[in-house]
């Protein structure tokens, strides 16, 4: 992949805010966590397009209440492995796939061998591993495997969000990424 300050997927579709450390950290994530070929490259970057809404987002969005629905004690926050109070905020979904959690950070935080990544929490991930942070997730999701079986955008889709939202997105994205590729 190449830089210039943005990409066009096509005339309508443009990836934000590139810049040529984007682009070396888009290179080494996709090669760390064996996200080689055109399969897999094509199903990880139309899930990051739409986690990321295009490149403009690389921490969830809401306000400090919003994310109380990940707080300990919460039937998310359980399942996120937050233990401390405010943990909902400071782990929020960060990277351009939205990497939640304490469990998530620290696991993340354990392969970069980076502190900070625990310690600061969302912003620092999103300023400083918005593509790693997404690489890791896929890997540790088992994602090459579920694409390397031939999956369908829904299906990994269902595992990326949990659900389908955004799915005629996700298999536009998909397409085109697909069609760029070549």
Do not use: C
């Amino acid at each position: 992949m190449s830089s210039d300050s943005e990409v066009k997927l096509d005339d309508k579709y443009v990836f934000q805010n590139i810049t040529n450390n984007m682009v070396k950290d888009l290179n080494v994530t996709l090669g760390t966590f064996d996200i080689t070929t055109k399969e897999r490259i094509s199903h990880f970057l139309s899930q990051v397009i739409q986690e990321s809404e295009l490149g403009r987002w690389t921490t969830e969005l809401g306000g400090k209440k919003y994310f109380s629905k990940y707080e300990p004690g919460t039937k998310l926050g359980k399942q996120l492995g937050n233990t401390k109070k405010g943990d909902g905020y400071k782990f929020r979904g960060a990277g351009y796939i939205q990497m939640t959690g304490r469990y998530n950070y620290q696991r993340f935080a354990d392969a970069m061998g980076d502190p900070k990544i625990t310690k600061i929490g969302a912003e620092y991930v999103a300023e400083n591993y918005a593509w790693r942070a997404a690489g890791f997730w896929w890997d540790d999701n088992k994602l090459n495997k579920l694409v390397d079986s031939g999956a369908s955008v829904t299906q990994v889709t269902k595992r990326v969000n949990g659900g389908t939202n955004h799915l005629v997105n996700r298999k536009k994205y998909y397409a085109l990424v697909k069609k760029t590729l070549r």
